[in-house]
């Protein structure tokens, strides 16, 4: 069973830029098709996009596409989602996710491994 844990988050500026980082442990990253989600308080969570396994294909909601970038270094066990341009309503706290399947899956109860979240806040 793998172990997510999140970084990165904080607050920025309207425009900013932030790097999320999410290292896995107990298990070999490489295995797992890894993603992002976000969920803003008291509402769903919500995908924001995804890695294969090799690093190979990204995959993005249409809310972050050209602003956000996911990348991935399997010798590090590590994911990232880099956002730049941020909005106030990128205000969120961000969970990065594991999943041992072969379809990426925007719903949030398809994935089977969590992180806690970090949270990321964009002020006006």
């Known amino acids: 069973q793998v172990q997510l844990v999140e970084s990165g988050g904080g607050l920025v500026q309207t425009g900013g830029s932030l ?3 999410c290292v896995a442990s107990g298990g070999t990253a490489s ?3 890894m993603g ?3 969920q803003a308080p008291g509402k769903e969570r919500l995908f924001v996009g995804a890695v294969t ?3 190979g294909s990204t995959f993005y909601a249409d809310s972050v596409k050209g602003r956000f970038a996911i990348s991935r270094d399997n010798a590090k066990n590590t994911v990232y989602l880099q956002m730049n341009s941020l909005k106030p309503e ?3 706290a961000y969970y ?3 999943d ?4 990426i899956y925007h719903s949030a109860s398809q994935w089977d491994y969590w992180g806690q979240g970090t949270q990321v806040t964009v002020s006006s």
């Open 53 to 55: 396994r090799s690093g």
């Open 100 to 103: 041992g399947g072969t379809l």
């Open 31 to 33: 295995s797992y098709i």
């Open 96 to 98: 990065c996710a594991a």
């Open 36 to 38: 992002w989600f976000r």
């Open 90 to 92: 990128d205000t969120a």
């Open 19 to 21: 790097r999320l980082s």
